[in-house]
């Protein structure tokens, strides 16, 4: 999508749809709608709003047919309650056009504030609610038709805001790369084929991808990924995007988990709970979206993705309960159950992560428990660390970019329920606590480098549309990621 700044006005702007925002109550309701009338005429505008019990509230749109002096085709209203936050309201804006907008190709949109900061959010906004997956569909009417974006009363000091446009492109466009992965079948994006995809989203920009076959990754000793690989007929990836500027000024490592398909191996999921399996990869979609926005922005920050992916399938020789494996890292692991296989998977990524690469941060995101969803629902993701700086720091990048976490607690007094009697560790540990039992477990694999655990399972794949996301994949952690990079410079 092209998006560009104008110093003109929302009743001068021939785009096919102009997006206006209106805040709600009667005084600033009122307000704002005289002053459209003003352009389009008395009456125009105030009986539609009536009829449609349009009150400027924050969920409310109100598309009308532009009249009067004003040149646009269409004129859309766009709520946004007691809201004053103009980035957050620049992003709602962007966000609604694009949704709306199914059969305009054009847009303009009236900003209450021209801020660096407001037009990266409209121009993410924009980006991301333009997003329609329709790979698979014969009928290409859905497809989002909106192509150009402009931005209006921008001032003659342009300086600082054209960067901030291609700034949020690039951050939206890493989430989009994401989605369109969680979306696809799993027929089709199998272990190989996202490695395929790293590889030629990592040509595009310039980047070094390594890819690790099964040979290499026995080599290197992953056994626990291994073993949840046994079950299929596909064989597992582990995929290292690099992305290294001049002189970089820290160096952090994101680890995602890649489960391209997860039937629960031999303790098999029920089969509702196994149609959006797909999605257990959505880690590594995110891990590999940050990594390729950091790259789009050219970050002062050395970054690596890193992906350990198979699928945990039922065949022949699929791992079972009581199985005992040794680890990368040297642990032997009893299993307990094959349908907690994500953890297995990133424990030897994360110790291969931290002994060659030596991050000063390690960042992991999985889909890694349904305890987590059950903690926290749907819309919000748990954050693990025992560094309060890191946190902070990570939950103040987040609030920015709207996306929900909540830190909880490494608390070591559940330590003991991992312990076996016949092996190191038991890779769950029982019923309660779970998500918590599940991060304690990934940071025996940590080599004690500074390292947060980011459970996304619940907002990672929807099965409805809610505020910034969207149903289906989300692409959620991306924009938090890239924020929390651009506050290491």
């Keep these: 999508m092209r998006i560009s700044l104008s110093k003109g006005t929302w009743d001068e702007s021939t785009a096919d749809i102009v997006a206006i925002a209106v805040g709600s109550?009667?005084?600033?309701?009122?307000?704002?709608?005289?002053?459209?009338?003003?352009?389009?005429?008395?009456?125009?505008?105030?009986?539609?709003?009536?009829?449609?019990?349009?009150?400027?509230?924050?969920?409310?749109?109100?598309?009308?047919?532009?009249?009067?002096?004003?040149?646009?085709?269409?004129?859309?209203?766009?709520?946004?309650?007691?809201?004053?936050?103009?980035?957050?309201?620049?992003?709602?804006?962007?966000?609604?056009?694009?949704?709306?907008?199914?059969?305009?190709?054009?847009?303009?949109?009236?900003?209450?504030?021209?801020?660096?900061?407001?037009?990266?959010?409209?121009?993410?906004?924009?980006?991301?609610?333009?997003?329609?997956?329709?790979?698979?569909?014969?009928?290409?009417?859905?497809?989002?038709?909106?192509?150009?974006?402009?931005?209006?009363?921008?001032?003659?000091?342009?300086?600082?805001?054209?960067?901030?446009?291609?700034?949020?492109?690039?951050?939206?466009?890493?989430?989009?790369?994401a989605r369109d992965l969680v979306n696809a079948p799993p027929n089709d994006l199998t272990p190989l084929t996202l490695a395929r995809a790293a590889t030629r989203e990592s040509k595009k920009l310039g980047l070094s991808c390594r890819i690790f076959n099964k040979a290499r990754i026995e080599k290197e000793g992953m056994n626990l990924l291994l073993a949840v690989n046994k079950g299929s007929a596909i064989e597992p990836r582990v995929i290292h995007v690099i992305y290294k500027p001049a002189r970089p000024k820290k160096k952090v490592v994101f680890v995602g988990k890649g489960l391209t398909f997860d039937s629960g191996g031999l303790c098999i999921k029920p089969g509702p709970s196994m149609i959006t399996m797909k999605c257990d990869m959505a880690g590594s979609a995110t891990t590999l979206g940050i990594v390729f926005a950091a790259a789009r922005l050219k970050l002062p920050i050395e970054v690596h993705a890193v992906v350990g992916s198979t699928e945990n399938m039922t065949g022949a020789k699929a791992y079972r309960p009581g199985d005992i494996y040794k680890s990368l890292e040297g642990k032997t692991v009893e299993v307990i159950n094959t349908d907690a296989e994500g953890r297995l998977v990133l424990a030897d990524v994360l110790t291969w992560a931290a002994r060659k690469l030596k991050p000063d941060l390690m960042i992991d995101h999985a889909t890694l428990t349904g305890a987590c969803m059950v903690a926290l629902g749907p819309y919000r993701a748990a954050l693990y660390t025992d560094d309060d700086a890191l946190a902070s720091a990570y939950l103040d990048a987040a609030g920015t970019e709207g996306e929900a976490f909540w830190r909880m607690p490494l608390d070591s007094e559940l330590r003991s329920m991992l312990k076996s009697p016949i092996a190191d560790l038991k890779h769950i540990g029982g019923r309660y606590g779970g998500s918590i039992t599940a991060a304690l477990f990934l940071k025996e694999f940590t080599e004690e480098t500074t390292w947060m655990h980011l459970d996304i399972a619940g907002p990672a794949f929807l099965e409805r549309a809610h505020r910034r996301m969207p149903k289906g994949g989300t692409g959620f952690g991306v924009a938090t990621g890239v924020r929390f990079l651009e506050g290491l410079q």
């Design 25 to 177: 109550g009667k005084t600033r309701l009122g307000r704002a709608l005289s002053r459209i009338e003003a352009v389009t005429g008395k009456g125009s505008i105030k009986p539609l709003a009536s009829d449609e019990r349009f009150e400027g509230k924050r969920s409310q749109t109100l598309k009308v047919a532009a009249v009067g002096k004003a040149k646009a085709r269409w004129l859309l209203l766009v709520g946004i309650g007691e809201e004053k936050d103009a980035e957050k309201i620049a992003w709602k804006l962007g966000r609604a056009v694009a949704a709306v907008a199914r059969a305009q190709k054009s847009a303009a949109i009236e900003l209450p504030e021209v801020t660096p900061e407001s037009v990266r959010a409209v121009s993410q906004g924009l980006v991301s609610g333009n997003y329609h997956y329709t790979e698979y569909k014969t009928d290409k009417s859905e497809s989002p038709a909106l192509t150009s974006a402009v931005l209006l009363d921008a001032p003659k000091d342009t300086r600082g805001l054209t960067s901030a446009i291609r700034t949020g492109k690039a951050v939206a466009e890493s989430v989009n790369f």
